[in-house]
């Protein structure tokens, strides 16, 4: 089935510490997003990709790192300088073009000890 | 990025056609309205995108007057599963240098019984 895949589901860091939350599609998108979502609130933007080794900024890209050496794969890390970095991360993908049709993964719930 | 605003929440009965208005004053003409469904814990879905007039799907129907400064996402008889937050989102589709979305607050749906 193609689809986006986030892992892990969960996920617990203590302060100070790095982390990689991983994401996979198998849809053949060219662009790639990462969310972060908390408690009751929409989503914001961390950092986005339109082709393979290039990426953007978002609305909150500080404390976060990115990486697109594949295609297929798209790599979050929050890193120890992200000041509240508990939260729901959510990872998208979609074509260029068309409609503004974005596939979500099912999210990573990440908190820190 | 045009700005818009939904109610906070809404109520509704089981099998009653649930209307969720959408303000975007600063549409601009490139732009793209589109709804998505969130439930808790999950990824967005996307559920219907339209530019003027009405556009109906299997799941909804969005109407645009013709001044596009509003749009009005309408589910017909909903269910206990259609409980979810409903994102409005207001885009260019032709712009390829950002294709991220910018996610509100959305609107709470909350179907009773």
């Known amino acids: 089935d193609g689809g986006i895949t986030q892992s892990p589901k969960y996920l617990f860091r203590k302060e100070g510490q790095n982390v990689t939350l991983s994401c996979e599609q198998n849809?053949?998108?060219?662009?790639m997003y990462w969310y972060r979502q908390d408690p009751g609130q929409g989503l914001r933007l961390i950092y986005y990709?339109?082709?393979?080794?290039?990426?953007q900024k978002g609305d909150i890209a500080e404390g976060y790192s990115v990486s697109r050496e594949k295609k297929e794969s798209f790599p979050l890390t929050v890193t120890s300088a992200q000041k509240n970095p508990t939260a729901f991360y959510l990872c998208?993908?979609?074509?260029?073009?068309?409609?503004?049709?974005?596939?979500f993964g099912p999210g990573t719930r990440l908190t820190v000890l | 990025l045009a700005k818009t605003t939904q109610p906070i929440s809404m109520d509704s009965y089981e099998g009653q056609e649930v209307n969720i208005t959408c303000s975007h004053n600063?549409?601009?003409?490139?732009?793209?309205i589109t709804w998505y469904q969130q439930f808790p814990s999950q990824g967005p879905r996307f559920i219907i995108q339209?530019?003027?007039t009405k556009v109906t799907n299997e799941v909804a129907s969005l109407f645009i007057p013709a001044d596009r400064k509003s749009s009005t996402l309408s589910l017909p008889r909903v269910s206990l599963s259609d409980t979810a937050v409903y994102y409005c989102?207001?885009?260019?589709?032709?712009?390829?240098?950002?294709?991220?979305?910018?996610f509100g607050s959305g609107t709470r749906l909350q179907v009773q019984p």
């Open positions: 990709s339109q082709i393979v080794n290039d990426f």
């Open positions: 600063n549409i601009a003409t490139n732009d793209y």
């Open positions: 849809l053949n998108h060219d662009a």
């Open positions: 339209g530019y003027k």
């Open positions: 998208a993908s979609s074509t260029l073009s068309g409609a503004f049709e974005q596939f």
């Open positions: 989102l207001v885009g260019d589709r032709m712009d390829t240098g950002r294709r991220a979305l910018t």
